[in-house]
């Protein structure tokens, strides 16, 4: 069936640094790709998404691109702050047989430090 | 612009009682989905519904049951609550036709004791 590994936490920086959380997935067909966040005592909400292969998918300075030769969806940012602290899920969104069955990585719990 | 609401937000059990989350999405979508959150484990999906009427399982479904009587609400049932059902349990909802993009509500706290 549909997986997704995203890297382990905690990710600590320093504010303004170079993110990166790494995501593979595997999938049957040709799935939507997304990266939502959660902030503390929030629920998750989306920080962006590529529908299709090669598409880059881009919000609040985070950007990720979506690489089928590599079955991978990484997150970048290139100067993060203390408020971008949360955790992030990478995940896909499939459908056998239809219907959209959403399936998310374990999520990465970043932390920025003054 | 409610999006989508939970209710209760906290609530405490005995093991043995039994309780129904509730969640309301008032963006007319098709698509609602109830997931469990635990420390290292991610979300994890329980029970999912394509539709007014219809209701299936997924990945952790037992202990659970569900019910969409009406579009804009998909209840969650515990028949008899375990202390492995102490969870964060969130509700979402996504619009059919579309890329999957979920619309979450704020999460719903249960503790077995």
């Known amino acids: 069936g549909d997986s997704v590994t995203q890297m382990e936490g905690p990710v600590t920086l320093s504010e303004e640094a170079f993110l990166t959380i790494n995501c593979t997935y595997t999938?049957?067909?040709?799935?939507?790709l997304f990266w939502y966040v959660q902030y503390p005592g929030e629920g998750l909400q989306l920080l962006l998404k590529?529908?299709?292969?090669?598409d880059k998918g881009s919000n609040k300075g985070f950007e990720a691109t979506y690489r089928k030769e590599t079955t991978s969806f990484h997150l970048e940012k290139g100067s993060v702050q203390v408020s971008d602290s949360a955790v992030y899920f990478c995940?896909?969104?499939?459908?056998?047989?239809?219907?959209?069955?959403?399936?998310f990585g374990r999520g990465t719990s970043l932390i920025v430090h003054p | 612009n409610a999006g989508v609401t939970q209710t209760p937000k906290f609530r405490v059990l005995k093991t043995g009682q039994s309780m129904t989350l509730l969640c309301a999405q008032d963006?007319?979508?098709?698509?609602m989905y109830w997931y469990r959150q635990d420390p290292g484990m991610g979300l994890r999906l329980i029970h999912y519904?394509?539709?007014?009427?219809?209701?299936a399982k997924g990945e952790v479904p037992d202990g659970y049951n569900v019910s969409r009587l009406k579009k804009q609400n998909f209840l969650l049932g515990l028949e008899s609550a375990a202390p492995s059902q102490t969870s964060v349990y969130f509700c979402?909802?996504?619009?059919?036709?579309?890329?999957?993009?979920?619309?979450f509500g704020e999460g719903s706290r249960l503790t077995v004791l």
């Open positions: 999938a049957t067909g040709y799935p939507s």
């Open positions: 995940a896909l969104s499939d459908r056998p047989g239809g219907s959209y069955i959403p399936t």
């Open positions: 979402a909802s996504s619009p059919s036709g579309d890329t999957g993009e979920l619309f």
């Open positions: 519904s394509v539709g007014e009427g219809t209701t």
């Open positions: 590529a529908t299709k292969a090669d």
């Open positions: 963006m007319n979508h098709e698509y």
